[in-house]
DNA sequence: CACCATTTTTGGACCGGGTCAATTCTTAAG
DNA sequence: CTTAAGAATTGACCCGGTCCAAAAATGGTG
């Protein structure tokens, strides 16, 4: 029922549906129908006016239920998106040999820009919007999505540079991903927004290419004397 | 009576204590009152395990009160050390006419450390260490602290840069503005990871200096093929 | 000194998020 | 069919935070 709509597939744990135990999967549906209706009702009328009692009657289930699937309320709306955690270690870690971080980083980047990856923010789907709107509608949401999400994806992503690259020491390589994350969170911030105003994917797309192979280039090749004046 | 502490300092408005209305006096001193308490039992017992209303008790005062002071339990903790979010935007603002922004940032921040300022990490005070500490035992503090003010950091230094410097477009701004806070954060956690397993601020200085230079350098020259093994 | 106007403080009731011990239900074995 | 083990579920509870009306404290004024 319903599209899985990109998102939704973060809820189950990558298994095949409908080839496990009957027990499961009645929890992962009812996990789907909770986020389902959480974000639906977030979306018509803002993440604060929506109490964690409502989504629950509204899914038949008790308050209590709701938690016992999802930690935090927070976690109704950015538990899905936070499988994403490990990519970028995973992309550096996974990288043909002899490139270099930016590189790695930036190929992976633009193939998922060009595929219309949510993750980028460049997306049309209607829950993605939805989910991307409430969280730009909502200051804690925002706060989580940048720092929690970039903390934890930083830390994995500086560990993995240090382990492939033992010539550079550690306090290097942590300044070396907080580059690379910043400014890959800056470039789907700036999707997202234009996503926000209304504006189709596809449309944006050369745009959001040509702003990534530039965010990346600005990491590589340094700031430089920025802001001098006489560049 | 004891020593401000640097932090303390925020908790007035710049003014001289002494000399204004004895009204607005009890005020300021309450804060401070409120303020030192928290943090003193949040330091001996966590910050989750002190509720306001034994902070409110342990200052005399209504748990109202203490929501009357500060907006939040958080702000207890972070409030002090907000006030310096405006910093980064005003150094690029009032930086010497044909130095970069990459200069006059890091010319900063060298300067901060030299004295052992509390926003750069490198301090011994002892209010200081407590409320570092308390933050980095508490993941939602941790996480405000970084992104919650980095954020509007952000958002204030990519203003002025795009403001000063109009040949250069929005976006670009805003990714510099990124690079520049995400090195001097690094640089920060990482100070504050050094105090806190003891050692002396006097003695941390010269790795500091040194690790900002080489933080500043890589946003200024970039990461090359940084990880690519052959450099 | 007494009085009023303004502001701060207070207590209490209340709401929503989150936790816990106990209850109910499902499931598998005898 | 009975029963014991284990999980899903629940209702009672705690804490952070807001709202309100009333009480207290302060500053200015006759």
Chains 1, 2 share one sequence.
Do not use: C
């Not at 986020?35 to 409502?54: I, K, M, N, P």
């Not at 509204?58 to 936070?82: C, H, I, Q, R, W």
């Not at 829950?127 to 730009?136: F, G």
């Amino acid at each position: 029922m319903a599209s899985p709509s990109g998102f939704e597939r973060g809820l189950d744990h990558g298994f095949d549906l409908d080839a496990l135990p009957l027990r499961e999967r009645k929890k992962i549906q009812t996990g789907i129908r909770l986020w389902r209706t959480a974000v639906t009702l977030f979306a018509e009328r803002g993440f604060d006016q929506v109490s964690v009692a409502e989504i629950a009657a509204a899914a038949d289930v008790s308050k209590m239920t709701v938690f016992n699937y999802f930690p935090t309320k927070e976690d109704l709306v950015m538990g899905p998106m936070e499988q994403h955690i490990d990519e970028p270690a995973r992309v550096v870690r996974e990288r043909a040999p002899g490139s270099s971080a930016v590189q790695a980083l930036r190929a992976h980047y633009l193939a998922a820009l060009a595929v219309f990856d949510p993750s980028t923010g460049l997306s049309d789907d209607r829950v993605v919007l939805d989910v991307v709107r409430v969280i730009h509608q909502t200051p804690t949401l925002l706060v989580r999505a940048t720092a929690g999400f970039d903390r934890k994806s930083q830390t994995l992503l500086a560990a993995e540079l240090l382990a492939q690259d033992p010539d550079h020491d550690e306090f290097t390589a942590k300044v070396a991903a907080a580059q690379l994350l910043a400014a890959q969170l800056t470039l789907t911030a700036d999707n997202q927004r234009r996503m926000l105003t209304g504006e189709r994917a596809e449309d944006a797309l050369p745009a959001a290419l040509d702003a990534a192979h530039r965010a990346f280039a600005m990491v590589e090749r340094g700031l430089g004397d920025y802001g001098a004046g006489t560049a």
